[in-house]
């Protein structure tokens, strides 16, 4: 299994970013994908998560209505869609997948809100 996240980058309040989960190495569209992130000096928080068909989807209440979670099964990639970005959305972002019971994080993607 690899997943190798880019698209991270230094924005501003209030500003746009996609992120991007490159997968391989496995039946990508079988599985359930999530993004988490990971602040300095805080523990990692669950972010969305996106079925294997791409039917269903769910967001963590601090980023509903500002953050779309999609994935191209064909391109065997997840992305993030980030608009309205806040300086507390500063984190390194990590693609992850549960495979038989073993959780699969790529390296991350660092994300930098500040004006």
């Known amino acids: 299994v690899l997943l190798v996240e880019s698209g991270g980058g230094l924005v501003q309040p209030g500003g746009s970013l996609r992120l991007s989960c490159a997968a391989s190495?496995?039946?990508?569209?079988?599985?359930?994908m999530s993004w988490v992130r990971q602040a300095p000096g805080k523990g990692p928080e669950w972010v969305s998560s996106?079925?294997?068909?791409?039917?269903?989807?769910d967001y963590a209440d601090s980023v509903k209505g500002r953050f779309t979670i999609s994935r191209d099964n064909a391109k065997n990639t997840l992305y993030l869609q980030m608009n309205s970005l806040k300086p507390e959305d500063t984190a390194m972002y990590h693609c992850?997948?549960?495979?038989?019971?073993?959780?699969?994080w790529g390296s991350g993607t660092q994300v930098t809100v500040s004006s």
């Open positions: 190495d496995f039946t990508f569209g079988n599985y359930d």
């Open positions: 996106i079925s294997g068909d791409g039917h269903n989807t």
């Open positions: 992850e997948t549960k495979i038989d019971e073993y959780d699969y």
